[in-house]
């Protein structure tokens, strides 16, 4: 149980493009679901936290009109780059916690990640 | 502002030896602890969590422990085997919020 997806794995694209990145939550509903980016040889760095049927909340420093958060439903987030550029090229990961375990304590559950390349 | 420092960054042990990871984080106000794996370009598989209340919790050949007052927690490997080979981040909450903290990571190589 507990699993997440992403779609797509990974992806390239050309500068000034726009990039949906997909996450669903498979057999949980997830009230709110999270955003990370990662640089090669850095840690996660969480850009965003998406609560199903209301605004994005973005952390310091992250464009919210750039990366554009959407929670339409309780099993889907999407994260699109909007006219992305080479330095936006990352790994991009999402995460969900499960509000109907009993025992979740908060644990998050990580989606296989999207590898963003942006030439 | 919290901070996660994982030590050392990398790590590199023959197969069969036991051996620890380290986690120090800077507010000891937080709600629960994870250690996570991640192999190259993969997302993170949650291997152990532990709240704030709790001191250890053991999954197979994991052990994590954790002194929430001295900002500490420990992830111990026994009998290591080359598909441990991966990196190990460890990452705190804050009380009352999922956000998570990650740490850098250790890199672990297993040699068989």
């Known amino acids: 149980g507990a699993v997440v997806s992403q779609h797509p794995s990974w992806v390239i694209c050309k500068s000034g493009t726009s990039v949906k990145i997909e996450c669903r939550s498979l057999?949980?509903?997830?009230?709110?679901m999270f955003w990370y980016r990662q640089f090669p040889k850095q840690s996660l760095m969480l850009m965003a936290t998406s609560n199903e049927g209301s605004k994005a909340t973005y952390e310091q420093g992250v464009e919210k009109d750039k990366f554009l958060i959407n929670h339409a439903s309780l099993t889907l987030s999407t994260l699109t780059v909007t006219s992305a550029h080479p330095e936006d090229s990352s790994f991009y990961i999402c995460?969900?916690?499960?509000?109907?375990?009993?025992?979740?304590?908060?644990?998050?559950?990580f989606g296989p990640g999207t590898r963003l390349t942006v030439l | 502002k919290q901070e996660v420092t994982q030590i050392p960054a990398a790590l590199s042990v023959p197969e069969g030896e036991n051996l620890v990871l380290n986690c120090s984080f800077t507010d000891s106000a937080i709600y629960n602890l994870q250690w996570f794996r991640q192999d190259p370009g993969k997302g993170l598989t949650s291997l152990l969590l532990i709240q704030s209340s709790q001191r250890e919790q053991t999954s197979g050949r994991l052990n994590a422990s954790l002194d929430k007052s001295s900002g500490r927690s420990t992830l111990y490997i026994a009998a290591s085997q080359p598909g441990d080979s991966a990196t190990y981040l460890c990452?705190?909450?804050?009380?009352?919020?999922?956000?998570?903290?990650f740490g850098k990571g250790t890199k672990l190589t297993v040699n068989p």
């Open positions: 990452a705190v909450s804050k009380g009352g919020s999922e956000k998570l903290v």
């Open positions: 995460s969900a916690s499960d509000p109907g375990r009993a025992s979740s304590y908060n644990e998050q559950f």
């Open positions: 057999d949980f509903q997830a009230t709110t």
